[in-house]
């Protein structure tokens, strides 16, 4: 039996208040990346293990914007980066 995979799905923060929004499309090896307002538009093609450094780096505070140092320096010790 041949299965049918799914379309893939861009998706969008739940904190988008639907005018100025980011939308990804997770794929097996990459993200895609778009402006919500220009769905044709150019898109930004990143490798799955960048994004998901990415968004650690998020989680940890690394774009916060008090004490960038520090918080980046911490952020590089929680991070793993593939070999």
């Known amino acids: 039996m041949i ?3 799914e379309p893939a799905t861009w998706r969008k923060s739940s904190y988008c208040n639907g005018a100025a929004c980011v939308e990804v499309l997770i794929t097996g090896s990459s993200v895609r990346i778009r402006d919500s307002k220009t769905n044709d538009g150019q898109e930004l093609k990143v490798e ?6 990415f968004v650690e780096a998020i989680k940890v505070g ?4 008090d004490d960038l140092g520090d918080q980046r320096q ?6 793993e980066t593939p070999r």
Request: proline share 0%; aromatic share 10%; hydrophobic share 40%.
């Open 3 to 5: 299965e049918i995979a």
């Open 48 to 53: 799955r293990q960048s994004w998901i450094n």
């Open 62 to 65: 690394v774009f916060d914007d």
């Open 74 to 79: 911490h952020a590089d010790d929680q991070i």
